[in-house]
């Protein structure tokens, strides 16, 4: 008997119906959730193929609570995925591995309605490979950063009008700032008293959530299509190489910055710790692993500016500044946005990012001065 028919026959039958929305030959074996992630839901459906052979697929249904316009997502995913496609055929054929590809639901577009009106697509699941929460060693930060590196550099000639802001204003920290303030004065779910130390270590670096902005306003930082999300979980790493193989989760391609990218890199892949940590001892900034996130994205991205090499560093500090804001605010909403599997979730994550806005600050002038040592080698 199929263990999973079982455990859950609600979820079978859901991901049976939607993936026979789309253009897979052969017939449903199972399909079971996964639990990754933080907004949308994501199940593996295993379909056998008439030739015999397995085949495994993603399929998900976009959260419209944060994509309000689900098919401006479609648009932006189909948009990059075809071009980093049919960059890494002809191009930048050195890149190597595999790609993400959209499945086509019957009828030719890339997305299926399912039932009550969801949005879903279909994506190649990416055999051999792991995703990784915490970084295990040096070579799969490397890897990790240079991946996306690599996706900068191979976006990096979209025009930045084609791609639709999906979540306006989505890594705009003083905006982000702004709005944590205004529910502090509201304090909706009586949660403010037990928060008063990180509101005031928020509070004390205002400037800092400014500052990449308002160097883009300037014009002093370019406005690219960005990843947005590229926590370290989101690049598919060889099981046996542990080489990057694939960077995934593409919901947040915007208009950006690549400072943010790198930053959520540096966000996840330096410290030891998970993201709801509720041992704040075991944050950390391990420097090893900065110094090869650094190395990486730079080999991965010959497009970035001296501006952008100078604030590699201060990126890292502001996204995490910004998600530690992020994960406040949701907490002193009642766990509105992100979900939540146990009382202060929220505020757990949130205390991991605020600590490790410390940490990087105790060693940000050792951060710089490597970044600057890298990028003098490099002229
Ligand atoms: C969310 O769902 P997931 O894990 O891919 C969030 C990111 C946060 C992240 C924190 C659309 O991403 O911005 O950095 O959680 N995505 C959205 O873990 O808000
Ligand atoms: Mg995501």
Redesign the pocket.
Known sequence: MNPFNSVNQDVQSTIETISNEFAIAGEFVEGHEINS????TTYIATYEMPSGEVQRYILQRINEK?FKDPLAVMHNVECVTRHINWKVLRVKKDLGGQTLNLYPARGGRFFAVGKGGGIWRCYNYIEGCHTYDIVENTRQAYQAARAFGAFQDLVCDIPVQEILET?PDFHNTPKRYQRLMEVVEKDPCGRLKNVSAEVDFVRQREKVCGRLIALMEEGLLPRRITHN?T?LN?VMIDAETDEAVCVI?L??VMPGLSLYDFG?LVRTATSPAA?DETDLSKVEMRMPMFEALAEGYMDGCDCLTKTEIDHLVYGGKVITLE?GIRFLTDYLEGDVY?KAQREGHNLDRCRTQLKLVERIEEKEEAMNAFVRRVAKGRR
């Open positions: 992630g933080l907004i949308n944060v979540i999300d926590k989101n989760d919901d947040t959520d993201e998600t992100f």
